[in-house]
């Protein structure tokens, strides 16, 4: 298990187009990956589209990346790389 | 599944009752309008102000709204005017997160001027103390509820609301749609908020998700416009969790099926059947299934222990032949 966390630097945050981008990265991985935004209480599954568009998360947003499974570390190199290029839009 | 820290009390603020609050309360603002952003209401009690107002005011609770009705607007009226001054002074205005008049009743100027001074909204109501007070309770309750959205599907099925678990790729989904087919209600796809009312679980679709549903190949669909209104539920009271888990993740499966695990959310607990699921097997039948099977067993028939009562009775014939 895997707890680290990520912050939205992209300027139009985790809109639905970014959101498709990481749902399919995520989709790659066999671990569970799982998003968490604390001020409001949501937990979302990075593999589900709808659920991670629930954390309308704006630029600045930071969230709780949890990871657990076989392919854990990859997964996490993959999933910070996407958000550290602002999902291609820096 | 990864638990989330209830770590901030949840709060509204005076200007989002006023904005929220049921419409029938007719509320209005007499006094400390500017500062309505900045009180904050953080508990569901309310109080009267009662005996605080003759000198007994080291009870008052912070954060919540103290009521002033007919008795305490009598008491200050037969009081002289520095006396009165003197009254309201004493109470800990800070603690306050504002005061609410009912019955249209007129407070005393020196209420009004004391509380515009110290930034404590003064609302009004036209409902009786009884009325406000079930009325402002019930709504708070519901406003300060502890809150968290989580991964899964709600339906209504039959009359209870199910709550749809497992990794994401299970056919979480898939089966919600089948189940709609059948006539089953959904009320949540992919993000379930859930407000723990009482000892009670509600569960909701956030306001983004309504009547979506997200099926692989298929893409988003909107329910409601492709079954019609019979197809989506509104909020709904979690009575049962099932969760949906891949064959080979099993080390044993109860063949006799007696038990079911609870699942704690927000420290509630709600019974769950863990299903399941490979390829030829008809996910939504078996959760239809294990709904009407959990009906039966809460009306007393259990088929399981039936089973062993039938199994003991052929023992104890074959014993004494």
């Known amino acids: 298990m895997i707890e680290t966390d990520v912050k939205i630097i992209n300027p139009l945050g985790l809109h639905a187009r970014a959101a498709a981008q990481l749902v399919r990265l995520a989709g790659k991985f066999k671990s569970k990956i799982q998003l968490i935004r604390q001020d409001n209480a949501v937990m979302a599954d990075a593999k589900s589209i709808l659920s991670v568009l629930t954390l309308a998360a ?33 | 599944m990864k638990s989330i820290s209830q770590n901030e009390r949840p709060k509204i603020s005076v200007y989002d009752f006023l904005e929220k609050a049921p419409a029938e309360l007719n509320l209005e603002v007499l006094a400390g309008a500017k500062s309505l952003q900045i009180r904050e209401i953080t508990s569901s009690r309310i109080q009267k102000l009662g005996l605080a107002l003759a000198g007994f005011a080291h009870y008052i609770h912070s954060g919540r709204v103290q009521i002033v009705g007919q008795s305490e607007i009598w008491y200050l009226s037969q009081l002289e005017s520095e006396k009165r001054v003197e009254a309201i002074n004493h109470l800990d205005l800070e603690k306050i997160s504002c005061v609410l008049i009912t019955k249209n009743l007129n407070p005393p100027p020196e209420l009004l001027e004391i509380s515009e001074q110290n930034s404590l909204p003064v609302i009004r109501t036209s409902k009786v103390s009884s009325t406000a007070i079930n009325a402002v309770t019930n709504f708070l309750q519901e406003s300060l509820a502890p809150q968290i959205t989580i991964h899964g599907v709600l339906l209504g ?34 993000a379930v908020q859930i407000k723990k009312i009482g000892e009670r679980l509600d569960g909701d679709s956030p306001e983004l998700t309504k009547e979506l549903l997200e099926i692989r190949g298929l893409g988003i669909i909107n329910v409601r416009e492709l079954f019609g209104i019979s197809a989506i539920g509104r909020q709904k009271n979690i009575d049962l969790c099932v ?6 993740e099993f080390e044993e499966i109860d063949r006799l099926g007696l038990e079911t695990v609870d699942e704690d959310i927000l ?6 059947f863990v299903l399941p699921v490979s390829p030829g097997r008809n996910t939504s039948t078996l959760v239809e299934t294990a709904i009407r099977l959990h009906l039966l067993k809460s009306n007393g028939y259990d088929p399981t222990q039936n089973l062993i009562e039938r199994h003991n009775q052929i023992l104890i014939a074959n014993k004494t032949n």
């Open chain 1, 58 to 90: 704006s630029k600045g947003t930071k969230l709780q990346l949890f990871i657990d499974g076989s392919d854990e570390i990859e997964a996490k190199e993959a999933i910070i790389e996407i958000f550290e290029r602002g999902f291609g839009e820096i």
């Open chain 2, 157 to 190: 099925i039959y009359s209870l609301g199910v709550l749809l678990l497992g990794d994401s790729g299970i056919g979480k989904s898939e089966c919600a749609l089948d189940l709609i087919m059948r006539g089953h209600r959904l009320i949540a796809d992919d």
């Open chain 2, 243 to 248: 969760e949906l888990k891949k064959w080979d």
């Open chain 2, 267 to 272: 420290g509630v607990k709600i019974t769950k």
